[in-house]
Structure formats: structure tokens, C-alpha cells
């Protein structure tokens, strides 16, 4: 990932109603998510986590973690976002928070 002062990003939490939702939305991801993360990248996302949540008891949440150049970029990926929505999320039961927030410090490993 390109080093950035200080990266947007934006944290989203993923509820499905049942496994069978999740593994829908996941079957969707599977066809169409690479034709999105690219128009994506293109607007200045620069990476994407998907995480699923093993500290619960719960079987069905998720997080991911977006990371964007800029503020402009989280703009002009929204529209895109909204057509993620439509395409991926249609009539399956999930529920989504995301929080959006300035990276305050990020690290990596650095390696040999």
C-alpha cells in the first residue's frame, strides 16, 4: 500500500440475518467484486480487509476496513458503494454500521 499522511478510512460492520444471507452475499462478492474494487481503486480506494468476527457467538458478523486516499476519493466512491448495495445486498437480510474516521496511526511490519 502507497504511504499516505493520514489515510481516510472507513470501518464497516457486516449482521446477516442467517448464514444462508451471508453465504448469498458472498456468492454475489464472489461474481461481481472484482469489477467494483477496480472502478474503486480507480477513485482512490487504496485497500480493502474483510475480516469475519470469531469472538462472538454469533456466526454471522463481519467487519471490514477501507482505506482512501482522500476525502474527494471517499466521495466519488459513493456513488459506486450505492450500486455495491443494489447489486450485492438485494433481498438478503444484513445490517450494516460503518463508521468513518481519519487514521490516527497505522503500522506494518517492515520486512528484512
Known sequence: MDKI???FTNVTLQTFASEGDMALI???WQEHGQQFLKRLSEQGL???E???IWNKESKVMRFIIFRYQSADAVKKCAPIWKEVEKTIFKNAGVKVTAYRGVSMEYWVQEKD
Open 26 to 28: 458472498d456468492q454475489r
Open 46 to 48: 487504496l485497500s480493502f
Open 5 to 7: 499522511e493520514k489515510p
Open 50 to 52: 474483510r475480516a469475519q
